[in-house]
Structures are given as C-alpha cells and as structure tokens.
C-alpha cells in the first residue's frame, strides 16, 4: 500500500465557501447533460456536493452508493457497503473529487449508463469521469472542509525548508 507521505507533498485546503462555489459551477455545467432522474452520491465524500447539486438542479431524489476504498492515510482494498440497483441510466453521480479512478473505475462498471461528475479530479483519476470543474496535480492532497479544523499554520518556506 502507498502511504500518504509517499503520495502527496501538496495540501490543497478547500473552504466551505469554496466547496458550495465550485459546487454550484459543476450544477451549471451538468445543466446541459440533465435533465436527470436522480442523483446517486458517493459516501461519504459525495454526500455534501449531492446536497449542493441537487439544490441547484432542482433534484429531489437522491440515492447513495456506500464504497470505502481508503482512509486519510493510505488506499487499501475497495468495500462496498451498500450497492444501487440498475445501469445508472438517467442518474448523475456526485463525488467529491477523483484521485486515482480506482473507486470510480468501480462505480463505473456498477454504473455503466451513469453520468458521473466530480468537483476535483486529479490527473489519473479524470479520464473515468464524465464532468469535473477543477484539476489538481497527483501529488496533491485535497483537504476537504469536514476533515479539518482551524488552527495556526506555518508559513510555506518555512515547511519548504524544513524538508531539505
């Protein structure tokens, strides 16, 4: 398995106002795929952007698909704890972001009719999703909003210069 220290030397702080405005510029952009029977979010990262989405494109049935494939620190093996029936068509997938596709490539073959969206979507993981608003390099670590807290942060060269 790969550890987080091997994988990723960026942090990319996301804020929750940041979140619902890249999440309501991926509603507008799935406008023109719609409209959509429903949306299926993926838990639990999808569960907040589905909210978002669903808001905006007047969506009011909403489904989840329950995959644990990783925790803060490393990827592991996929489980899936609760499936959704049928081929997808007609439904809009909502995750938070993309990393490597590992998950998605899953959801995919669950899901083949799908349309799958994402706010984030790294370089590996983009090409197994339909629609994405912003890319981040491979190496880097999106922190989403429910996973931090405020606190003091040092300042950039002196992590820089703490890792020579």
Same mark, same amino acid.
């Given at each position: #398995?790969?550890?987080?220290?091997?994988?990723y030397?960026? #942090?990319?702080?996301?804020?929750?106002?940041?979140?619902?405005?890249?999440?309501?510029?991926?509603?507008?952009?799935?406008?023109?795929?719609?409209?959509?029977?429903?949306?299926?979010?993926?838990?639990?990262?999808?569960?907040?952007?589905? =909210? *978002?989405?669903?808001?905006?494109?007047?969506?009011?049935? *909403?489904? +989840?698909?329950?995959?644990?494939?990783?925790?803060?620190?490393?990827?592991?093996?996929?489980?899936? *704890?609760?499936?959704?029936?049928?081929?997808?068509?007609?439904?809009?997938?909502?995750?938070d972001?993309?990393?490597?596709?590992? +998950? =998605?490539?899953?959801?995919?073959?669950?899901?083949?009719?799908?349309?799958?969206?994402?706010?984030?979507?790294?370089?590996?993981?983009?090409?197994?999703?339909?629609?994405?608003i912003?890319?981040?390099?491979?190496? +880097?670590?999106?922190?989403?909003?429910?996973?931090?807290?405020?606190?003091? =942060?040092?300042?950039?060269?002196?992590?820089?210069?703490?890792?020579?």
């Amino acid at each position: #398995m790969t550890k987080k220290s091997d994988r990723y030397c960026k #942090m990319y702080p996301v804020s929750w106002e940041q979140l619902h405005r890249d999440g309501k510029a991926l509603a507008w952009r799935l406008i023109e795929h719609g409209p959509f029977e429903g949306i299926i979010a993926v838990t639990r990262g999808g569960l907040v952007p589905a =909210a *978002i989405i669903a808001r905006e494109l007047d969506i009011h049935h *909403i489904d +989840t698909i329950c995959i644990s494939s990783y925790d803060w620190k490393e990827q592991g093996k996929v489980n899936i *704890i609760k499936g959704v029936e049928g081929t997808g068509k007609g439904w809009l997938i909502i995750d938070d972001l993309v990393d490597t596709g590992g +998950t =998605a490539r899953i959801i995919r073959g669950l899901l083949p009719e799908a349309h799958f969206a994402t706010i984030y979507a790294k370089p590996s993981g983009k090409p197994t999703v339909d629609t994405y608003i912003t890319e981040v390099s491979q190496d +880097t670590w999106v922190l989403f909003p429910w996973d931090a807290e405020s606190r003091f =942060a040092e300042p950039l060269i002196k992590v820089a210069h703490s890792e020579d």
